[in-house]
Nanobody, 126 residues
Framework: QVHLVESGGGLVQPGGSLKLSCAAS????????MAWFRQTPGKDREFVGG??????NTFFTDSVRGRFTITRDTNTAWLQMTNLSPDDTGVYYC?????????????????????WGQGTQVTVSS
């Protein structure tokens, strides 16, 4: 059984940077796509960005494109966040799935992922 554990959240000032990590355990050899979502109180969980199983492709929601990057190795994904604003505040969740076929397309819907971490809080405030 695969488990995902996020780390790296915290309090940062506007304009600052933060790097989140997502470590997968129990992962057997094979393709595993990963993504980051975030949620604020009263709102649905929203897609932030994702990376394909090979790492060859990434995709981001418009509000973070150009500020956030995702990298990975076999068992870990990192979300590098720069130029943060208060709108980036939320609980960030790591998600993963074994794609049914070896596509490099990044899924943007939460229903496309079947393994989730417990979340890590990111607060952007002065």
């Amino acid at each position: 059984q695969v488990h995902l554990v996020e780390s790296g959240g915290g309090l940062v000032q506007p304009g600052g940077s933060l790097k989140l990590s997502c470590a997968a355990s129990g992962l057997t050899p094979g393709a595993f796509a990963m993504a980051w979502f975030r949620q604020t109180p009263g709102k649905d969980r929203e897609f932030v960005g994702g990376i394909s199983w090979s790492g060859a492709n990434t995709f981001f929601t418009d509000s973070v494109r150009g500020r956030f990057t995702i990298t990975r190795d076999t068992n870990t994904a990192w979300l590098q966040m720069t130029n943060l604003s208060p709108d980036d505040t939320g609980v960030y969740y790591c998600a993963g799935t074994r794609p049914s076929r070896l596509t490099e397309v990044v899924g943007i819907h939460s229903r496309e992922y079947d393994v989730w971490g417990q979340g890590t809080q990111v607060t952007v405030s002065s």
